[in-house]
T-cell receptor
């Protein structure tokens, strides 16, 4: 069965510190991977996506993610966190098609302290 | 170009009442999805429309939920009668028929059942 695991429910980091949010997936075919972010009072916004090619993908707001097939992981990273990054982050997996729904993880809530 | 819009943004109703949520997808997007997030849980798929047809409604919790997409434009999701466990955030997403798996989300409709 398809599934996404985000092991960290809540992470707190200091402003300026580096960040890594973990995501592991289980998917029977070639996965199409996404990271979405939901800021307070906002909808889900796409940060980045990966289907093929370079396994390190760059996204918006200075985020990047690395696809590791051997580990079934797609971890999200940012070298220096800003207070505005406080939000909830969701990893998702699906096929390269809009005709099958994405499967989401439970999300990781990020808090940023001064 | 307008994004996915959802209405209402927040609805508070009593158990047993009826609520109808509306989603206007991005113009030209034939795929329309409903997802739900119960507090602390993952974002779960409810159903998928292709134009006006229900492609997949395997995620609908029970027959108290009725989704429609007359004319293949906007969609409504009715909960009747609402129960306490229906509380959560209902997200709508759309994507073109020939697009990739990237979903464009609305801001969600928060439903609170008292």
């Amino acid at each position: 069965a398809q599934s996404v695991t985000q092991p960290d429910i809540h992470i707190t980091v200091s402003e300026g510190a580096s960040l890594e949010l973990r995501c592991n997936y289980s998917y029977g075919a070639t996965p199409y991977l996404f990271w979405y972010v939901q800021s307070p009072g906002q909808g889900l916004q796409l940060l980045l996506k990966y289907f093929s090619g370079d396994t390190l993908v760059q996204g918006i707001k200075g985020f990047e993610a690395e696809f590791k097939r051997s580990q079934s992981s797609f971890n999200l990273r940012k070298p220096s966190v800003h207070w505005s990054d406080a939000a909830e982050y969701f990893c998702a997996v699906g096929p390269y098609s809009g005709n099958t729904p994405l499967v989401f993880g439970k999300g990781t809530r990020l808090s940023v302290i001064a | 170009e307008a994004g996915v819009t959802q209405f209402p943004s927040h609805s508070v109703i009593e158990k047993g009442q009826t609520v109808t949520l509306r989603c206007d997808p991005i113009s030209g997007h034939d795929n329309l999805y409903w997802y739900r997030r119960v507090m602390g849980k993952e974002i779960k798929f409810l159903l998928h429309f292709v134009k006006e047809s229900k492609q997949d409604e395997s995620g609908m919790p029970n027959n108290r939920f009725l989704a429609e997409r007359t004319g293949g434009t906007y969609s409504t999701l009715k909960v009747q009668p609402a129960e306490l466990e229906d509380s959560g955030v209902y997200f709508c997403a759309s994507t073109p028929l020939d697009g990739t798996g990237e979903l464009f989300f609305g801001e969600g409709s928060r439903l609170t059942v008292l």
